[in-house]
């Protein structure tokens, strides 16, 4: 019979995520985390949050540094999401990110959008670091079809995209 955490992670497989990058900075360089552990947690304040698995580099800097970006990721950037998720390799991201950081933390060049937050609160949650983020500062990009995981691939939203103004 197979185990519950194998299940749960077969299942959650299924579940269609938006991909992210977490920026923070390592060594004094630009480094990006691929994240789909991401969502909006409350609109007044505006707060945020990523889980990260907490022996990530990401982690360990981002509790140092009391603040996060979150790039969301168009479908053509692929390239980014698999250079953020490389199992044990280090993920300087200057091939990525914007030259300078914008509100503090990196921005990746051509994402759908852009969210600078400063560390509200830490939770752990088994192997797990919660950061809830204040959110200090959007950017938007252009609207795109966005980048989705779902089944340990990466695809794209089928729906033809209405164009709605972004108001950020
Ligand atoms: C689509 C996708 C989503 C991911 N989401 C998360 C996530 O939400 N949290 C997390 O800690 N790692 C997530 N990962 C794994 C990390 O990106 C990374 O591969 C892993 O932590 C290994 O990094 P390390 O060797 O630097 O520890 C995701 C990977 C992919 C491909």
Redesign the pocket.
Known sequence: MQQVSELFKEAMGRLA?G?TLVTTEIEGRPWG??????CSVSMEPPLLL????T????TEAIKKQRRFGVSLLASDQTAA??A??????P?FFEEFVESDPIGKTYVVKDALAHVHCQVENVVEAGD?TIFIGLVEHVTAGDLKQPLL?FHRQ?GSFTNELEQKEIVV
């Open positions: 995520a991909v985390l691929t994240v789909s552990a991401c990523v889980s990260l698995l022996k990530n580099a990401s999401a698999k953020g998720a490389k199992a044990g390799a993920k797990h995981y990466f």
